[in-house]
């Protein structure tokens, strides 16, 4: 028999789980998040094979859900140096690229910027013919004194048409040398010019981290002698290859929310649900819809930067398992040495874990802890915090279950109001590993349609992109399917046009 690992990290702990070709679980373990990340997921993935024993020669696949983007970006550590292109002169240039971005993380991430003619309408026209020689300046004097590790490229209404852009990339690589990592932000953001930049810097500057968490969990492998096929999960809620991964690093950033939906679907067999997922240092709660988590419509920021790629709409609170109770509640947590710090545990701090114990909603620990006002106090505290975000997220509709999932989920009342219940499934403590191991794969594509003549054909067009991607992206090509598509209505254009966004999936070859 086959079988598949799922490996989630996340702040406090890294799981990881072993399904067999039944999806049934086999194997499971949580171990703390180590201050490097890699050796958190090198200890969870060394308990699941050391449970399997004679068996782990089976497995054959393994998927995991990492922080390493999101903690680069917020820690502004180990991010490329980036040459920023973006093509638009003279339409665009009042606000030069990463104007708005925090002081701090431009200064890790510029090496220089430059915007040149170029750009299209919105219905695929070109503004401006591409001026080359200004791109191939700037690309040979760039740099001075500061190394050029990858190059991002934007264009105006580039998911219009990305003929400039890609004539660009090949200019950087005859200049800059073939191995140059380059991100183009067609293949990346959608339609808003300064958020998809944004989105496709983030992306080049985290070339360097791919790469390292790659290697990190290829060598984790080989310690232990498995030759199987690696996957990453991306932000909602499906996988990639790891090539794939190495070129668009920016779609992990919100794995681990997606994870924890998809994983929550799975566990409790219920696909439209408010989903709770309860750490060590926060709670995400987000929707699940048809069995995928609901997106965001809005723009996203990440560490600061204004983004416009596809995330889930996740609310997080500072409540976990971990949240120090002091004179009010959090929002500071003990993280992973929780097990150090925890009454619970023995140790010094008073925390929501030990508040829960002490309210006798979970045996958790090795020390008993006696109730105390203060304890309960943080109780009543904690459910007040549950419900406000619960009611933010639920949109008015009560008639949905909330699904309780992840190793602080027993600190959540037993009763919720604004749900129709709280469900709590077995195995909820490793529910995000889990979304990793059952996850499709999937690709996306967006660009602008006529609204009368024409707009069949482009749409197909649409979903052959799409399902081109998914089968980059590691799924089978003769079970693709085409799971979502919108048309939105594009007001103010001379000539009626609509927004086509397709997202294609299909399970792994």
């Known amino acids: 028999m086959s079988l598949r690992i799922g490996i989630d990290v996340g702040g406090t702990n890294t799981d990881a789980v072993v399904l067999d070709e039944a999806d049934r679980i086999i194997a499971r373990a949580k171990r703390p998040t180590s201050p490097d990340v ?6 969870a993935l060394a308990a699941v094979l050391d449970e399997l024993g004679d068996r782990s020669g089976q497995v054959s696949r393994v998927m995991l859900g990492t922080t390493h983007a999101t903690n680069a970006i917020l820690e502004r550590r180990s991010l490329g140096r980036v040459a920023v292109i973006r093509l638009g002169a003279p339409a665009t240039t009042s606000i030069p690229p ?14 220089g910027a430059v915007i040149v003619r170029g750009g299209y309408f919105v219905d695929g026209r070109p503004i401006a013919p591409l001026d080359t020689d200004a791109v ?10 500061v190394p050029v590790e990858a190059v991002a490229i934007t264009g105006v209404f580039s998911p219009a048409s990305g003929d400039q852009e890609k ?25 808003g010019l300064l958020e998809r930049e944004n989105a496709t810097v983030l992306n080049a500057a985290l070339y360097g981290v791919a790469r390292d968490v790659t290697g990190g969990l290829r ?31 920016v779609l992990t950033i919100g794995s681990g929310p997606a994870n924890s939906l998809r994983g929550a679907a799975f566990l409790s067999g219920v696909s439209d649900a408010i989903v709770a997922d309860v750490g060590g240092t926060s709670t995400d709660l987000g929707v699940l819809t048809g069995g995928f988590p609901r997106e965001s419509a809005a723009a996203v920021e990440i560490g600061g930067v204004t983004t416009n790629f596809r995330m889930p709409d996740i609310l997080s ?8 109770i002091g004179e009010g509640l959090g929002p500071r947590s003990v993280g992973y040495r929780i097990t150090k710090e925890a009454l619970a545990f023995g140790g ?9 114990v002490a309210a006798g909603r979970g045996a958790v620990g090795t020390h008993p802890v006696a109730a105390g006002e203060r304890l309960s106090r943080a109780v009543r505290l904690a459910d007040e915090m549950v419900i406000d975000a619960v009611d933010r997220v639920a949109l008015g509709r009560a008639d949905r279950p909330l699904i309780a999932v992840g190793g602080g989920a027993f600190i959540l009342p037993r009763k919720v109001p604004g749900v129709s219940e709280v469900i709590r499934p077995a195995d909820a403590a490793v529910a995000n590993a889990v979304g990793a191991a059952i996850a499709l794969a999937s690709g996306r594509f967006e660009t602008i349609a ?5 707009r069949a054909a482009v749409i197909e067009r649409a979903k052959e992109e799409a399902a081109a991607r998914a089968v980059a992206a590691g799924a089978d090509s003769r079970r693709v399917q085409i799971v979502e598509l919108t048309e939105v209505p594009l007001s103010y254009l001379s000539e009626p046009a609509v927004r086509v966004h397709v997202k294609a999936a299909g399970p792994l070859i």
């Not at 090949?170 to 800059?176: D, G, K, S, V």
């Not at 006529?450 to 024409?454: L, Q, S, T, V």
Request: aromatic letters at 6%.
């Open 38 to 43: 890699t050796g958190g997921l090198r200890a």
């Open 98 to 111: 990463l104007y708005a971005w925090p002081a701090d993380l431009r200064k890790a991430v510029a090496a």
């Open 136 to 145: 191939r300046r700037f690309l040979n004097e760039t740099g001075d004194g």
């Open 167 to 191: 004539q660009v990339a090949e200019i950087a690589r005859a200049e800059l040398g073939e191995r140059i990592a380059v991100s183009l932000s067609h293949e990346i953001g959608s339609l």
């Open 219 to 249: 060598q984790a492998l080989d310690e232990r002698g498995l030759t199987v096929e690696t996957f990453f999960a991306q932000n909602d809620g499906t996988l990639m290859a790891v090539e794939y991964a190495a070129r668009y690093p």
């Open 317 to 324: 609170v500072a409540l976990g398992g971990g949240t120090v």
């Open 348 to 356: 010094p701090t008073p925390t929501m874990t030990d508040a829960a």
């Open 450 to 454: 006529p609204a009368g003549a024409g």
